[in-house]
T-cell receptor, first 117, second 116 residues
Framework: GAVVSQHPSRVICKSGTSVKIECRSL??????MFWYRQFPKKSLMLMAT?????????EQGVEKDKFLINHASLTLSTLTVTSAHPEDSSFYIC?????????????FGPGTRLTVL | AQKITQTQPGMFVQEKEAVTLDCTYD???????LFWYKQPSSGEMIFLIY??????QNATEGRYSLNFQKARKSANLVISASQLGDSAMYFC?????????????FGQGTILTVHP
């Protein structure tokens, strides 16, 4: 299957700092990337949809200014958690899709565990 | 709005036995896709199987099969000959067409434990 990588896999930061998470599709060009957030033993909640070259579309309740998403190329999307606070601690997962029509498969990155002290 | 429901928080199965994980869905869009993902303790999401709403036959992928009952809006995952490595969290998910194309809505998940 297609490979999606995320970096870093784990990050610990102090409250008030910003953290950038990278999501890369390694062997295909991803027209769309998605960012999810997952709390322990809970389901994945979609945060935003990222399309290359355009602004991200955020889900209701997700703060655009706090979770900055940039999709600079067809293989890279970044999520920046600005002024992180302990409540932002979570597992962040990206996925990439390259389908043109229909409901195509998304391939997920390995996730990034963010801990804000 | 789309909704996915997994009513089994946890399931137990004996090694080499088959197990069915339940999933029901709700959408008014006639075009949709149903997915099952496995999430081991490492956290990665592993794609298992896909069923399109217009597919006539149930999807199968090795030991995984999807029991698609459109009228009942159910998409249960059947794992045959369970292995210890199948112990993980399993998520059912749905994607619909239109402006929501590609966005996945996930169920609550089912933790499967395979006993030796």
């Amino acid at each position: 299957g297609a490979v999606v990588s995320q970096h870093p896999s784990r990050v610990i930061c102090k409250s008030g700092t910003s953290v950038k998470i990278e999501c890369r599709s390694l062997d295909f060009q991803a027209t769309t990337m998605f960012w999810y957030r997952q709390f322990p033993k809970k389901s994945l909640m979609l945060m935003a949809t990222s399309n290359e070259g355009s602004k991200a579309t955020y889900e209701q309740g997700v703060e655009k200014d706090k979770f900055l998403i940039n999709h600079a190329s067809l293989t890279l999307s970044t999520l920046t958690v600005t002024s992180a606070h302990p409540e932002d601690s979570s597992f962040y997962i990206c996925s990439a899709s390259f389908g043109l029509a229909g409901s195509d498969t998304q391939y997920f990155g390995p996730g990034t565990r963010l801990t804000v002290l | 709005a789309q909704k996915i429901t997994q009513t089994q928080p946890g399931m137990f199965v004996q090694e080499k036995e088959a197990v069915t994980l339940d999933c029901t869905y709700d959408t008014s869009d006639p075009s949709y896709g149903l997915f099952w993902y496995k999430q081991p303790s490492s956290g990665e999401m592993i794609f298992l199987i896909y069923q399109g709403s217009y597919d006539q036959q149930n999807a199968t992928e090795g030991r995984y099969s999807l029991n698609f009952q459109k009228a009942r809006k159910s998409a249960n995952l059947v794992i045959s000959a369970s292995q210890l490595g199948d112990s993980a969290m399993y998520f059912c998910a749905m994607s619909v067409g239109g402006t929501s194309y590609g966005k996945l809505t996930f169920g609550q998940g089912t933790i499967l434990t395979v006993h030796p």
